[in-house]
């Protein structure tokens, strides 16, 4: 990631739930401006600790730019922490 634009943005996510090795897939997200980034593509997501809360980090693109989104499993609530160009 080039010329990256470090974040703390709520986004509202649309994700999908199923079984398997990755269970939750970002699927969509729309920004505060209404701007929505359909993903096309997930690249590396673990899960890690903020405190005593389990954090799940999803590195994901549209093609154009790249994004980190972090989903909080105890509040429920997705922050966009990255905004990148792609190059």
């Known amino acids: 990631m080039n010329d990256e634009l470090f974040l703390n943005e709520r986004v ?15 699927v969509k997200f729309r920004r505060a401006s209404g701007r929505e980034v359909d993903i096309t593509e997930i690249g590396l997501c673990h899960p890690t600790t903020a405190g005593r809360r389990m954090v799940h980090m ?17 509040r429920l609530t997705w922050l966009l922490t990255l905004e990148a160009d792609r190059v």
Request: hydrophobic residues 35%; contains cysteine.
């Open 58 to 74: 999803f590195d994901v693109t549209d093609g154009g730019a790249d994004y980190r989104l972090e989903f909080d499993s105890e």
């Open 12 to 26: 509202e996510v649309v994700a999908v739930f199923s079984e398997g090795l990755n269970p939750c897939k970002p």
